[in-house]
């Protein structure tokens, strides 16, 4: 009797155990499921918070680049202190106003008439073309259709136009009556087929009522920039 309980205690603890066993498995495989969820999670949250920083940084540097445009446009305002206004009906004036800005590092600046004149318009044989009836009558002041012009911040305007009847043509001085020269060094200068720049310069000074104006000086067309550069040179 002593050997069958013995048998049976045997086979009772053989059993405890066994299923002991089994639960810690069991726990083991939940604790290892856990892990790798976790693992899965934790890796899951890197890979989002790696994507959220690269756009955070693609923000911070889009909007880096835009303040950058903004303050690039805000210094669009920046210019050279000399400008180089000038009229030209056939093209002479603006080209040595061209090399002036060239020689300067001028701004340019071209007054063009509201209503641009014709190849009649510019008979000089024909006593009632446009331009001779201007020339005639002192009072005439043709509308200038170009856009408006700061003179702010410039010290030194080169004032360019071709001669007309031996004189400044009207839109000059209609150019000169609009804007104020206080503070500017005006330097008239003209082209012309022989004609001197004669009174062109005081008549417009006169006109204007305010600048330092300057001597003005006659050129052909063909003038070298050699030549404009010792008569700016002269000018200091
Ligand atoms: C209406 C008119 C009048 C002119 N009067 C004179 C003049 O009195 N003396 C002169 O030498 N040239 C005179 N010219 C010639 C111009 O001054 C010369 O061709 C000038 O270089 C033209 O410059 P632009 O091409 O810039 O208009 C006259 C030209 C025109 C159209």
Redesign the pocket.
């Known amino acids: 009797m002593k050997r069958i309980l013995s048998i049976i205690m045997m086979a009772a603890l053989l059993l405890t155990s066994l299923a002991a066993c089994g639960n810690n498995a069991k726990a083991e495989m939940k604790e290892a499921q856990a892990v790798t969820e976790g693992e899965k999670e934790t890796a899951e949250n890197t890979d989002t918070a790696g994507s959220e920083s690269v756009s955070a940084d693609t923000e911070a540097s889009s909007d880096t680049s835009s303040n950058d445009t903004d303050s690039e446009s805000g210094g669009t305002t920046a210019h050279s202190d000399v400008l180089v206004a000038?009229?030209?009906?056939?093209?002479?004036?603006?080209?040595?106003a061209e090399k002036i800005a060239a020689i300067t590092g001028g701004d340019l600046y071209e007054i063009l008439p509201a209503e641009p004149?014709s190849d009649a318009?510019?008979?000089?044989n024909d006593r009632n073309?446009r331009?001779?009836k201007e020339?005639n009558d002192k009072s005439v002041r043709p509308e200038i259709g170009s856009e408006d012009i700061s003179l702010e911040g410039y010290t030194t305007v080169y004032l360019?136009?071709?001669?007309?009847?031996?004189?400044e043509?009207r839109i000059l001085d209609t150019f000169v009556e609009k804007y104020s020269f206080e503070g500017i060094t005006v330097v008239p200068f003209?082209?012309?087929?022989?004609?001197g720049i004669g009174r062109s310069g005081p008549n417009m000074e006169a006109l204007a009522g305010s600048g330092n104006w300057l001597d003005g000086k006659r050129f052909?067309?063909n003038v070298s920039e050699a030549d404009l550069q010792s008569w700016i040179e002269s000018l200091k």
Do not use: H, M, R
């Not at 318009?121 to 000089?124: H, I, K, P, R, S």
């Open positions: 000038y009229f030209s009906a056939t093209g002479t004036t603006k080209g040595v004149y318009d510019l008979n000089w073309s331009s001779t020339q360019g136009f071709p001669i007309w009847w031996g004189e043509p003209c082209t012309s087929s022989s004609s052909g067309g």
